[in-house]
């Protein structure tokens, strides 16, 4: 099995390959082409995809076309029922069962004084995760691919609890992360913690209505929370989501089928739908 930093070097492969792909999608490189700006041989190529994402370079281009995108639109299951049967708790994300709870207005408005956070980053499936937490739950998560994006992300943890004790805790990071992403995690469910407006928490609580492998629009999610006209503001709440993959904001597109948009790099979003929508499990 890959470790976690095998993963994280694939994903690097994966992510430069998304890249090419979205700049010459319209000529259709060959897996020839592609290797050889990737660097490895064919034969490398076709492992590491079939390892990774369970599918092969072309299927891979397929599955980023527009077209491919409106379909998955269209045939996404319908949102109202999932959110009928009440999200104050939990969601299906991947096979975990994702806990959600809200900081008190205390908390809120204390910027966190009294509370103790842990962080610390890992590489992953999709890059180099920065992840923060206390004793209730995942607070942060967020990717990086460089020394200096770790640091901005800790400046702003150190922005966002400002008034918390922040000490850096690379092995209970270690743990989460393997809650996080092993394979069919039979744990306890993992908490996370939603710092935000009433209306952005109810929009990350929607967002776990999504189900594994599937896309909805920014139009779709709103109409699922009875708010027609608001997707403009459930998008700018999307945008203001601290915890990547555990609230899967990458499972929104645009109407249009663009894929591209997203607050840690588009590759990145791709990689995640990609790998969802083809292993499923």
Not at 75 to 96: F, I, K, M, P, Q
Request: glycine letters at 8%.
């Amino acid at each position: 099995m890959n470790t976690a930093l095998e993963q994280q070097e694939n994903y690097q492969r994966v992510a430069r390959a998304i890249h090419y792909l979205n700049e010459h999608q319209q000529a259709q490189p060959s897996l020839s082409e592609l290797a050889s700006y990737i660097g490895v041989s064919e034969f490398h190529l076709q492992r590491i995809f079939s390892e990774w994402a369970g599918v092969s370079p072309k299927q891979f281009l397929q599955f980023l076309t527009k077209e491919n995108a409106k379909r998955l639109l269209r045939e996404s299951s319908v949102l109202d029922a999932a959110l009928a049967c009440g999200l104050s708790g939990s969601g299906r994300l991947h096979d975990l069962m994702i806990k959600a709870e809200r900081v008190t207005p205390g908390e809120y408005r204390s910027r966190g004084q009294g509370l103790q956070i842990f962080y610390g980053s890992c590489p992953s499936p999709f890059g180099y995760c920065f992840i923060a937490a206390n004793h209730r739950g995942v607070c942060k998560l967020a990717f990086f691919d460089s020394p200096v994006g770790e640091a901005a992300l800790l400046a702003e943890l150190q922005d966002e609890w400002a008034a918390a004790e922040l000490q850096r805790d690379d092995r209970q990071v270690a743990a989460i992360y393997q809650s996080m992403f092993a394979a069919k995690s039979a744990g306890k469910p993992l908490t996370v913690l939603l710092k935000g407006t009433e209306f952005q928490m109810k929009v990350w609580e929607a967002l776990l209505a999504i189900p594994l492998g599937e896309v909805c629009s920014y139009q779709q999610l709103a109409e699922s929370m009875g708010l027609p006209s608001s997707t403009r503001a459930v998008a700018s709440a999307i945008a203001r989501n601290n915890i990547a993959y555990l609230i899967p904001c990458h499972r929104v597109i645009r109407g249009s089928g663009e894929f591209s948009q997203y607050r840690w790099g588009g590759e990145r979003k791709q990689a995640m739908l990609l790998r969802e929508h083809s292993l499923g499990t």
